[in-house]
């Protein structure tokens, strides 16, 4: 069993930036791909960014690309999600997620895919 556990949420003004950060406990087939997700209040979860095993491809939603960044370390079995120029609606429990899921928006893009989930951390973006 995989712990993801994410940190660096908190409370930002709008136009800021926030750097969230999710350690895995292990690295292993499951955890090729890992992505953001996030879920605003009153909101269905909805897909944040992707980077595949490698990290050198990554994929985002509509909604952040451009002023997102996702990353990973693998002698640190972590990702990162740098999001800037932050808006109100940015204003979500966002939560990391990891899973053997091939590599293809489609899937990417679905909660369904993914084996391990992290508990979230909330960023708040206040005008």
């Known amino acids: 069993q995989v712990q993801l556990v994410e940190s660096g949420g908190g409370s930002v003004q709008a136009g800021g930036s926030v750097r969230l950060a999710c350690a895995a406990s292990a690295r292993t087939y499951r955890t090729d791909v890992m992505s953001w997700f996030r879920q605003g209040p009153g909101k269905e979860r909805e897909f944040v960014a992707a980077v595949s095993k490698d990290g050198a491809s990554t994929f985002y939603s509509d909604s952040v690309e451009g002023r997102s960044t996702i990353s990973r370390d693998h002698a640190l079995n972590s990702i990162y999600l740098e999001m800037n120029n932050l808006k109100p609606e940015d204003t979500a429990v966002y939560l990391c997620?990891?899973?053997?899921?091939?590599?293809?928006?489609?899937?990417?893009?679905?909660?369904?895919?993914?084996?391990?989930w992290g508990q979230g951390t909330q960023v708040t973006v206040s005008v």
């Open positions: 997620a990891a899973g053997s899921l091939a590599w293809r928006l489609q899937f990417a893009r679905s909660q369904n895919e993914y084996d391990y």
